[in-house]
Nanobody, 127 residues
Framework: QVQLVESGGGLVQAGGSLRLSCAYSGRTSTIYVMSWFRQAPGKAREFVAGISWNGGSSRYAESVKGRFAISRDNAKKTMYLQVNSLKPEDTAVYYC????????????????????WGQGTQVTVSS
């Protein structure tokens, strides 16, 4: 079992920034991926960014490239998402997710791959 707890969401004006955190605990696999997804009202959950277990590789959705940055601190057992230049269309509940990988090199963007999820943190961007 892996437990995930997000924090750092809030209300921000367009152009502003936030840093989202995901604290994880429990028994993790030798190889795993952690990612951020988001879900806006009435829309499907979508992949935002993912990072490998050692931070060696990462992946971003096209819509956030150049504005968002994913990172992790394994000593603190925390993953981060720095979100800059926020737009109203970034408004959503942001979730962190954990995938117990069976091979290196995979950074899946489909929610169905992920084994554990946090409860989400709301990000609201006003225009």
């Amino acid at each position: 079992q892996v437990q995930l707890v997000e924090s750092g969401g809030g209300l921000v004006q367009a152009g502003g920034s936030l840093r989202l955190s995901c604290a994880y605990s429990g028994r993790t696999s030798t190889i795993y991926v952690m990612s951020w997804f988001r879900q806006a009202p009435g829309k499907a959950r979508e992949f935002v960014a993912g990072i490998s277990w050692n931070g060696g590789s990462s992946r971003y959705a096209e819509s956030v490239k150049g504005r968002f940055a994913i990172s992790r601190d394994n000593a603190k057992k925390t993953m981060y998402l720095q979100v800059n230049s926020l737009k109203p269309e970034d408004t959503a509940v942001y979730y962190c997710a954990y995938y117990a990988a069976v091979t290196r090199g995979l950074l899946p963007d489909a929610a169905s791959w992920y084994n554990y999820w946090g409860q989400g943190t709301q990000v609201t961007v006003s225009s």
